[in-house]
């Protein structure tokens, strides 16, 4: 079947390197942010989230940063492997009413 | 395994047929969601569930219809299926303080 990454904006990394995918949210409101990844063929996987009282949050080789100022959102992935090839959501939900909305995606190619 | 599970995992259906999708959830999640996803288009979330029995619109509601009886289960139908309606769906559901779990999508063509 035609890939999820198809026609996304792709960021391509060297094996090795660090990423920096970046995402701006819509709603100030918003108070809860999630990363997820998605390989083809497969359900979205979560990666890490941060509330709107943090700034950063660090986890496994990966960190999120949150902008609320201008109201944007990054996943930093250090030391990129090949296995961190994937589309990347950002998404937002926003606690007044809990709906949970995803941004576009974003292709991460990992180059050898 | 604890988790959310979709039902079926494919269909194809005939324009003007009817169908329901079915989410399942053993998490006692209180808010559940229901996505489509197509090429280049990222999640786009239909309806939602913020508790058993209420249901509200999300960005792209137009052609389908929730229920949420049980807080476990929250369905998606189909009443006149269209080819636009070609997609593969995503279920979520979320508990405050936790992270979002999906399930592994129902790819539904539409003929």
């Known amino acids: 079947g035609e890939s999820v990454g198809l026609h996304l904006p792709t960021l391509s990394v060297q094996e090795g390197d660090n990423s920096i995918i970046n995402c701006a949210y819509s709603n100030s409101a918003s108070d809860y942010f999630i990363w997820y990844k998605q390989e083809s063929g497969k359900g979205p996987q979560f990666i890490i989230d941060i509330r709107s009282n943090m700034d950063k949050r660090q986890g496994q080789r990966v960190t999120v940063l949150l902008n609320k100022t201008v109201k944007h959102l990054s996943l930093q992935i250090a030391a990129t492997q090949p296995g961190d090839s994937a589309v990347y959501f950002c998404?937002?939900?926003?606690?007044?009413?809990?709906?949970?909305?995803f941004g576009k995606g974003i292709t991460l190619s990992v180059r050898p | 395994n604890a988790g959310v599970t979709q039902t079926p995992k494919f269909r194809v259906l005939k324009t003007g047929q009817s169908m329901t999708l079915l989410c399942a959830q053993d998490?006692?999640?209180?808010?559940m969601y229901w996505y489509r996803q197509d090429p280049g288009m990222g999640l786009r979330l239909i309806h939602y569930s913020v508790g058993e029995g209420t249901t509200a619109k999300g960005e792209v509601p137009d052609g389908y219809n929730v229920s949420r009886l049980k807080k476990q289960n929250f369905l998606l139908g189909l009443e006149s299926a269209a080819p636009s309606q070609t997609s593969v769906y995503f279920c979520a559901s979320l508990e405050d303080g936790q992270r979002a779990f999906f399930g592994q999508g129902t790819r539904l063509t539409v003929v």
């Open positions: 998404a937002e939900r926003t606690g007044a009413n809990s709906k949970l909305t």
């Open positions: 998490m006692n999640h209180e808010y």
